[in-house]
């Protein structure tokens, strides 16, 4: 399993803070693809002018849910629960509201399973309605040792869902919280993207200069 290093350096002469997100992932479903949310990952808050920060991303895929009423821009998700998935075996597991099973979480974790390849598969059953509020994503840890949101969308019921998670990263200044969702809007108009793949680099270097653009180095 890949483990990348991504170093956020601030050379922008400003005390700035820091946001690194990923790309969401391709989510399928039976019914009308959902909607997906970026959520911001991990967080470097107040890095002071000539400082630096560090996240290490370990490709440990988890699923998560909440219950979120709504979900828009500026609502912080806080994961209800979470659960370590192999993309590798296309691992399916099965979500219940706790309506009839008297449990609310994920249960019946199926590896191997019947997603598809890189690929994990969340089942929901008729225990629940839109309007009950749940939500699923994608998490990763981002070093606090609890997975944190990558991804989110809207949860409705006696569904499939295939999610297939990207590594690919995005790393812009702002001021947001773990787990809140991002609107492009809010976020700075200067973006790192951070891309991997094909390379036998697994250390990313950021650095914003004086004008606030970002370069990125590999190595």
Known sequence: MATYTI???????????????????????NGASPQIFTNAW???NKVTNGGWDTVIYNENTYAYWAQQPSLSPGVTVD???????????????????????????????VSPGTAQGGSFEILTTTDFTPASGF?????SDNGSGIPSPIATFQAAPNEK????PIVKFYVTDGDFT???????????????AIDFTGSTFNTATVIQSANGAFSVSYS
Do not use: H
């Open 135 to 139: 939500a699923f994503g994608l998490a």
């Open 79 to 109: 994961s209800g629960g979470a659960l370590l998935m192999n993309t590798g075996t296309q691992d399916t597991v099965s979500f219940v509201s706790g309506v009839d099973a008297g449990a609310r979480g994920f249960i019946d974790m």
């Open 178 to 192: 773990e787990g809140e969702i991002m609107a492009v809007t809010t976020a700075s108009n200067a973006t790192a």
């Open 42 to 44: 991990r967080t470097f």
């Open 161 to 164: 869902y295939n999610l297939t």
């Open 7 to 29: 170093r956020v350096s601030n050379q922008s002469t400003l005390d700035k803070s820091y946001v690194v997100t990923l790309q969401p992932p391709i989510v399928t479903a």
